[in-house]
């Protein structure tokens, strides 16, 4: 009888572990799901702003429930529209808002008018399109950076050589990445 009981008292102590263990791998299975989710949310929030435009360039961490946003713009009031439109999502307890405003400047002005302008007219222009362009043109005090995604390794260079062309530009550094399928 006293080893009934033993057992019994040791199966109901493995069914409960056994419970543990699955409502654990759960919770991970539901904070992964979780954390992409936000990752998906805030891309799409992202996309989706106004004034973002060619010439802006945010990126993002989602670390649990807290998004810290990176990147330069050039648009007014994009850094502060970003954050508000993050702090609305679901699961995000804090931003950490590390978007930096370019400095207001006539000939950086310049270099952006003649790189969109040359892109258009003699490199591939499909990566400039008005609404959520994949390539972007960050200029801050004469250097010119390209970020985004592009299809091919040939298209990356012409824009390099393009930017290196462009009159007024000291530096240009080249951050596209090369891949099939951009993740817009």
């Not at 999502?89 to 370019?102: A, F, P, Q």
């Amino acid at each position: 009888m006293r080893t009934t009981g033993i057992k019994s008292l040791l199966v109901f102590a493995l069914a409960a572990m056994f419970a543990v263990s699955v409502s654990a791998q759960s919770f991970v299975a539901k904070s992964s799901n979780n954390a992409r989710t936000i990752e998906q949310q805030v891309a799409k929030k992202l996309r989706g702003l106004t004034n973002y435009s060619v010439f802006d360039h945010i990126s993002y961490s989602v670390n649990g429930s807290t998004v810290t946003l990176y990147g330069k713009v050039y648009s007014l009031g994009t850094v502060n529209q970003a954050e508000n439109e993050i702090e609305d999502i679901d699961g995000v307890s804090t931003v950490i808002n590390k978007i930096e405003m370019l400095p207001p400047s006539p000939g950086d002005d310049r270099i952006r008018r003649e790189a969109i302008r040359l892109f258009a007219n003699r490199g591939p222009a499909q990566y400039f399109s008005e609404i959520n362009p994949e390539v972007r043109i960050i200029v801050e005090r004469g250097r010119l950076t390209l970020e985004g995604n592009v299809s091919r390794k040939g298209d990356s260079d012409l824009l390099n050589l393009l930017a290196n062309s462009i009159s007024g530009v000291f530096e240009v550094t080249n951050n596209l990445t090369v891949s099939k399928r951009s993740d817009r």
